[in-house]
């Protein structure tokens, strides 16, 4: 199976909170991010968390990160129509050559 | 500051030809990343470089791909036939070393498709 896993879908209303999910395999990961994009456009890094921390605030981004359940979730609080874009969480392992490994990522849709 | 420039934006071929892609990173970033996203997947690292040596091209189809960075800044990355199922977005990352927080900034790729 993968080795980041992300349902493919989401859809919320404009102003409601968005919750975008991640299960990852690797206990040894020592980043994890979250990453979006937009149509036509490549990857931008939002917000990373390192395996020590619990939760990860950075204005309207919350990230919180279950290291027993190898479980990532990525909030938008008061989600907006320019937050339309596919969501990648990733994983860096410890060792070897620090690659981050990707999710399919998350296609997120507001709607007015 | 200037972020990765990849060229050509768009590439159409037929199978069995060749195809080559270009990626300039951001000015000082040692480490550069070719990943290839096909539709509706995630991107799927195909070779990492340090300055001009590999780190890592374990997932790097070397029977058909490849890839270098002569000089340490910009790299190609060639396809020798290519197959239909290389229709994909090649993304080219580069980042200021090999460190676990740094941020890779990516390009805004090149579609490739083949007919």
């Known amino acids: 199976g993968e080795d980041v896993e992300q349902s493919l879908f989401l859809s919320v209303r404009e102003g409601d909170s968005s919750v975008i999910n991640c299960t990852y395999t690797?206990?040894?990961?020592?980043?994890l991010y979250w990453y979006k994009q937009e149509p036509g456009a490549g990857l931008q890094l939002l917000t990373y968390?390192?395996?020590?921390?619990d939760m990860k605030q950075d204005q309207r981004l919350t990230v919180l990160l279950n290291k027993k359940d190898k479980h990532l979730s990525l909030r938008i609080a008061d989600t907006q129509t320019g937050d339309s874009a596919i969501y990648f969480c990733?994983?860096?392992?410890?060792?070897?050559?620090?690659?981050?490994?990707f999710g399919r990522g998350t296609s997120l849709i507001v709607h007015p | 500051e200037a972020g990765v420039a990849q060229s050509p934006r768009y590439k159409i071929i037929e199978k069995r030809q060749s195809v080559a892609f270009w990626c300039n990173p951001i000015?000082?970033?040692?480490?550069l990343y070719w990943y290839q996203q096909i539709l509706g997947q995630g991107p799927k690292l195909l070779i990492q470089?340090?300055?001009?040596?590999?780190?890592?091209d374990s997932q790097l189809p070397k029977d058909r791909f490849s890839a270098e960075r002569l000089k340490g800044v910009d790299s190609t990355l060639k396809i020798q036939p290519a197959k239909l199922e290389d229709s994909a977005v090649y993304l080219c990352?580069?980042?200021?070393?090999?460190?676990?927080?740094?941020?890779?900034?990516f390009g805004s790729g090149t579609q490739l498709s083949v007919l």
């Open positions: 990352a580069s980042s200021l070393d090999l460190r676990g927080n740094e941020k890779l900034f």
């Open positions: 690797d206990s040894s990961s020592t980043y």
């Open positions: 968390i390192f395996s020590n921390m």
């Open positions: 990733a994983e860096r392992r410890s060792g070897g050559s620090y690659i981050p490994t």
């Open positions: 000015s000082g970033h040692a480490t």
């Open positions: 470089f340090q300055n001009n040596g590999v780190v890592d």
